[in-house]
Every structure is written in structure tokens, then in C-alpha cells.
């Protein structure tokens, strides 16, 4: 069973946003693909995992600190006698293992930051924070290529790697052959994980923005473009057909200012301006007054 779901990072809630409203540097549109790329490899491995029928616990997204280093792993799958450790990759296209040189080169020649390296390195973490928590439970880590597109040259089968059509005998039916069940230790031990896990990572790359540089508008829920117009009592992206209710488009609007701006106060007038599209500040507050909190009186009014 899923004990800790993933969800997408407030990093890449932001860049999301940011990717459309702002103009990003290439560097900064580049750490926004991989990011998105990389979440959706992850979410394509947790469906992969609905087909486990072990007694087991699923933590994905662990983000934890053991002697003052920062480390995550992607999935972590609690069984009765052992903890695996998945660190999932989205690459496509050909690859190359040296194994001479210990490095991993994207066809022809371009180096990448070595998963092997990094696997070992999360291992080595994981196994002193256990240290730390004074538990003992086998370890095995292993890196997992999700994407079909993928292929890797020259690599030996020693490595602690798992190629996509490896991944139902090797990960799904592994585990499946495990019969035993889990106890309160192995409950305990889930919830010390889940509550080390560390809400915000210190190594995000998230670009400076100010608000005034920020495209204004609502964006479409489906294609993101700012063709949005209001029709009566929904809201339609000419561009791609989409339909949405005004109340639904102001809430998720909202929602987007306060994740790009905490430090704000959000009250119908800023949204107004921040969403362009409705200029009835009562029907703004309305909206607002029905789906959070109000705080304050008469000119002073926001909501929370």
C-alpha cells in the first residue's frame, strides 16, 4: 500500500508557473523539463506498483538529513525483511556505460551525471540515518529506467540497474513473492521515515521573479495559454476547447498567487488585476469569501 503518496514539488509547482508567466533563461527552462520529466517517470513507476499484492509500505519522495547531509529517494518499499531503495530515471534514447572510466556518456559523447555514483551515495546516507534511528534492516538499492525508449550499451549485469522490461520480473513479481507479513515494527519504522521527511529541499533552483515582470491572466487548466475568456458562468480557452467554471478558474488562480507570493496579502483586487479576466470585484469576493478564509474588515479584507 501507498503510506506516503507522491505530489508534485513546490519546485516544480513554481517553475510551472513560472514557465509560462515568465521568461525564463535557457538554463532555467532546461532544470524545468528535467524536473517535469523526472516526476512524470516517477508517477509512471507508482502505477507500475498498484500491481504489487505484497504486504507491503510504498513511501514515495523522502527527502531526509543524516549527519548533516541532504539526500532523497524516489520509492522506498518497506517488506518484511528487507528495505528497497528505487532511484528512478526517465532517460530516453541510447547510452553508454564505461566501464573503464566508471561514467555514464548520453550517445556519442556526453556525459552525464553518473546514477551509479549517486545511488551509492543515497545508500551510503540511508544506511547512517538508520544508524542514527538505531535500526537495523537490510538494504537494497537499485536504479530503475522507466522510459521504453531508453537503451543502455555496454553494461554489465552487475550493476544495480533495472531496464524497463525488467521491471515486472524484478521488481514487481520479486516482491510479490514475498509472503510474510508485516508487523507494528515495520508500521513504526514507516512513520519515523515519514516524520524525518524534510518539506522543503535546500538545493531547489528556483529563479528570482517579481511580480510587476509576471504575464497577467488565467491560464488554461489543460493547454496553459492565456486565451481564456469569460462566458457567463464558465471560463473557455478558445485555443484548445477547454471549459471551466469561473468559481473553479478564480479558486485555482488563487491557489497559483499564493504558491508564487505567500508573503502577500490575496484579496479580490489583486486577484482581479493578477487574473485579468473578471472585473467584478463583488463576485471576485464572493468566491473568495466561499472558499477561504476571511480576515479583516472593509478595506482591509484578505483572505487565508
Known amino acids: ?53 505484497c504486504d507491503c509500505l510504498i513511501l514515495s519522495d523522502l527527502l531526509l538529513r543524516a549527519s ?13 525483511n528487507t528495505v528497497y531503495l528505487f532511484d528512478i530515471k526517465n532517460y530516453e534514447d541510447d547510452y553508454v556505460w564505461d566501464a573503464v572510466d566508471n561514467r555514464m556518456l548520453k550517445k556519442p559523447d556526453f556525459e552525464i551525471t553518473n546514477p551509479l555514483t549517486q545511488l551509492k551515495k543515497n545508500e551510503q546516507h540511508f544506511r547512517k540515518w538508520l544508524q542514527e534511528h538505531k535500526l537495523d534492516f537490510p538494504v537494497v538499492a537499485s536504479v530503475v529506467f522507466v522510459n521504453p525508449r531508453f537503451t543502455l550499451y555496454q553494461a554489465s549485469p552487475d550493476l544495480p540497474f533495472i531496464f524497463p522490461t525488467q521491471i515486472e520480473r524484478d521488481v514487481i513479481e520479486r516482491l510479490n513473492s514475498n509472503s510474510a507479513k508485516l508487523t ?39 493547454c496553459s495559454s492565456f486565451s481564456v ?29 499564493r504558491l508564487l507570493f505567500p508573503e502577500r496579502k490575496l484579496t479580490a483586487r489583486t486577484l482581479m488585476e493578477y487574473s485579468k479576466v473578471i472585473n467584478n470585484q463583488k463576485r471576485m469576493s464572493r468566491i473568495l469569501e466561499k472558499h477561504f478564509t476571511m480576515v479583516g474588515k472593509n478595506r482591509w479584507v484578505h483572505y487565508i
Not at 508534485?8 to 532544470?31: F, G, H, T, W, Y
Not at 484548445?240 to 491557489?255: D, L, N, P, Y
Request: include cysteine.
Open 1 to 53: 500500500m501507498f503510506y506516503k503518496v507522491r505530489t508534485e514539488s513546490r519546485e516544480l509547482k513554481i517553475m510551472e508557473v513560472l514557465n509560462a508567466r515568465a521568461d525564463l533563461s535557457e538554463k532555467d527552462k532546461r532544470n524545468y523539463f528535467t524536473l517535469r520529466k523526472g516526476y512524470e517517470g516517477e508517477i509512471q513507476f507508482d502505477n507500475m506498483l498498484e500491481r504489487l499484492q
Open 68 to 80: 548533516n547531509s541532504t539526500f532523497q529517494i524516489d520509492s522506498l518499499i518497506i517488506v518484511s
Open 184 to 222: 507494528h515494527k515495520h508500521k513504526k519504522f514507516a512513520d519515523q521515515l515519514i516524520n524525518s521527511h524534510i518539506n522543503e529541499n535546500p538545493y531547489s533552483q528556483i529563479p528570482a521573479y517579481e511580480y510587476e515582470e509576471l504575464r497577467k491572466g488565467i491560464m488554461c487548466a489543460n
Open 229 to 257: 475568456f469569460l462566458d457567463g458562468k464558465f471560463c473557455f480557452c478558445p485555443d484548445c476547447g477547454h471549459k471551466e467554471t469561473v468559481e473553479a478558474a478564480v479558486i485555482r488562480t488563487a491557489e497559483e498567487f
